[in-house]
């Protein structure tokens, strides 16, 4: 049983990574949630819908005990299974100027985005090497790559993913995995409903937000055998919003 996990995988660009993958029907889905259980069960029974198979993981990608342990337990339970894609997507923001941000907003996005990579990717790294295959996607970000006012948590978390994609990409590459970062600008999901759309469209040259479907497409592409040259990439999908 070949099998993709994507980390926060129950709702906005992960639901829908989960959903464009049930469309090729090449791996049996392994969506990550922490807390929303409706969520997950709701991109579980579409994925179903669409032919696919699929189960959910309840962790919190931050927390390296608990991964450590759902995953191990998992493994094995399914010890002919073998992941061959990881989709690196659960993150959270706690936005807010520099000079008023808390420890624990400043953690706890640290805590999700670049521990959860960590913790993730670590748990199945010898794996992937042993089997020789494998294709690593961390959703990373517009703030990222040029930096956010009022996300400099996030910011900082999201640069620290990017310097780690470069990296494992060159230490993996021998082994046929490739390790690459797919950066979204603003894309219409519940994380941005909150922003004022109307004035941000003024910063977007395509002049929209961009659907979670279309960063979907491009995550597919990278964890296909036709992406296999490329590696070590931050491809951005934002409307061409560049710094």
């Not at 129950?10 to 949630?33: E, M, P, T, V």
């Not at 690196?88 to 907003?105: C, E, K, Q, V, Y």
């Not at 990579?117 to 996607?137: A, E, P, S």
């Not at 977007?204 to 961009?210: E, H, L, T």
Request: aromatic share 8%.
């Amino acid at each position: 049983m070949k099998c993709a996990l994507v980390t926060g995988g129950s709702r906005g660009i992960g639901k829908a990574i989960c959903l464009r993958f049930a469309q090729d029907n090449n791996y049996h889905l392994l969506i990550n949630y922490q807390s929303n259980l409706q969520a997950a069960q709701d991109t579980l029974a579409e994925v179903i819908a669409l032919g696919a198979t699929g189960e959910l993981l309840a962790f919190n990608v931050g927390d390296y005990d608990e991964v450590s342990q759902v995953l191990t337990a998992w493994t094995e339970a399914n010890p002919k299974a073998v992941v061959e894609v990881i989709v690196n997507n659960a993150g959270i923001t706690r936005d807010g100027l520099f000079m008023w941000m808390t420890p624990s907003d400043w953690k706890q996005v640290i805590d999700t985005s670049l521990d959860g990579f960590f913790n993730v990717t670590n748990f199945f790294i010898q794996k992937l090497l042993r089997n020789r295959y494998g294709r690593i996607i961390n959703m990373v970000s517009v703030s990222g790559l040029k930096g956010t006012a009022g996300q400099t948590n996030y910011s900082a978390a999201k640069g620290a993913v990017i310097a780690a994609t470069k990296a494992l990409a060159q230490e993996v590459a021998k082994r046929n995995i490739t390790v690459n970062a797919v950066a979204p600008g603003f894309i219409k999901t519940e994380m941005t409903a909150g922003l004022d759309e109307g004035e941000l469209i003024k910063l977007v040259p395509a002049n929209r937000f961009g659907e979670a479907e279309e960063v979907a497409e491009l995550v597919a592409f990278l964890a296909s055998k036709k992406a296999s040259y490329i590696t070590g990439e931050v491809i951005n999908i934002n409307g061409g919003i560049y710094s």
